[in-house]
């Protein structure tokens, strides 16, 4: 993400596995952003990746923006939704997943249903228009995540999330919360979302882990607990899932961390 520029209206974002952004290098390249931040997907952990850029208007680009660079810290679990159907299985086990951790699949409340409508989709319907129904009601979604013996795990970021609402009707609102007794919930800070209403889906911005001090140097002993709280829904058939947004095998939902032995 970055700061905002006066009479910008929008932004382009240029990333490449070179400083010197290299042709052939580029993972995007002169990439349209209408905010200030951007997901990019399909990194690599341990590569090191150069970031860059510009304010747009109708008059032009500026020049580039100084050059940052950022190495992605390695995926603890990942999903590829892909080629679910009927909004996928519950649990949904993870795509791919760090060998020194134990991952507990993607799981529906039970207040929630899946279906027979969704395609390359992991979710449901059922969703709870008020916050506190949406817990009371288990109208929310979960998954585990636990290091293996001897493997104390840090948690730096859940970096992907691309999501699927068609209406209005449905949850419109959602937060992220942990639990290290899978009773006791908490908010992660600065992760309450506004979902957008869009048919080719949208995506959240990377939410950031690493400075929870309860969710560093995690003790084998200890599962913790992710829960997705979406709500709004002034109709309860309406669906919200995890979405193949961009039609690929890229990974649609991604939490980063590392291992401590």
Known sequence: ?????????????????????????????????????????????????????????????????????????????????????????????????????TVGGLTRGGGLSGGTSAVRGWGGTGWANLEADAISGNKYATFTIKGDANRNVSFTSISTVDYRLDSASGPVSGKLQYSLDGSTFTDVPDAAFTYDVSASGGSIPPIELSGIGALQNVSDSVTVTFRIVNYGASSASEPWYIYDKDNSTAHDFEVRGTICV
């Open 1 to 101: 993400n970055w700061s905002s520029v006066s009479g910008a209206s929008g932004y382009r974002l240029d990333v490449a596995t070179t400083a010197d952004f290299q042709e052939g290098t580029f993972v995007a390249q002169n990439q349209s952003v209408a905010g200030t931040s951007s997901t990019v997907g399909g990194l690599t952990s341990g590569v090191t990746y150069y970031y860059r850029v510009r304010a747009s208007n109708g008059c032009g680009d500026s020049d580039s923006s100084d050059v940052i660079s950022a190495v992605p810290a390695p995926i603890l679990a990942a999903w590829d939704v892909s080629g679910l159907s009927n909004y996928g299985s519950s649990p949904q086990a993870a795509t791919i997943f760090n060998d020194d951790v």
